[in-house]
């Protein structure tokens, strides 16, 4: 088991294009996966991408816990899924704001649009095709960690530039606010 130096916002892996996993099967690749789901769980994280652990590859780790799927359709709870060169279509127009935190930007969120409905595909470390639907939560952990690939972290893509900042200081506010605030997941 290994936990591995977590990249923060501001480190150049983060704003690059990752290149593509040429085997899923190299032992390489498969000790990478390991270690980067020890490293999230540890964190502890939703979801976690190569470039995050300075790794320039096309790989992402994620898990949707029972306490976070929303139930809807396609957000049931996932189990630890290894992503091996993802591709992310989006299969609806409408979009959903809610609070993300990243692992790369600890002790922030920030309000995030995101498809509500996407359908993904990737292999996994046997070199098997994995291809799902998935709604709510699970599309948006998916959404969040293929950013991730393209060198796009959530503070682009946010729809109000003021809806970001620290997570002690916007608790006090979403209270004010008396909207109810998710907690967000580290990812
Ligand atoms: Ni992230």
Request: glycine share 10%.
């Amino acid at each position: 088991m290994a936990i591995l130096k977590i990249a923060r916002m501001g480190h150049p892996v983060l704003s690059r294009t990752a290149a593509p996993v040429p085997d899923p099967t190299d032992p390489e690749v498969q000790r990478l996966a390991r270690d980067m789901v020890d490293t999230m769980l540890d964190a502890p994280g939703v979801g976690l991408a190569a470039p995050q652990v300075h790794v320039g590859l096309r790989l992402i780790v994620f898990h949707v816990p029972e306490g976070r799927a929303a139930g809807g359709e396609g957000d049931g709870p996932v189990p630890l899924t290894v992503l091996v060169n993802p591709t992310v279509e989006r299969l609806s127009e409408e979009t959903a704001l809610a609070w993300e935190g990243c692992l790369s930007i600890p002790d922030m969120m920030g309000e995030v649009p995101r498809a509500l409905r996407i359908g993904y595909r990737g292999y996994d470390l046997s070199g098997r095709l994995v291809e799902r639907e998935a709604g709510g939560f699970h599309a948006r952990v998916v959404q969040h960690e293929y950013d991730h690939l393209d060198g796009i972290l959530y503070p682009t893509r946010l729809a109000d530039p003021t809806r970001m900042g620290f997570v002690d200081e916007l608790r006090k506010m979403l209270a004010e606010e008396q909207t109810e605030a998710e907690p967000p997941a580290e990812r």
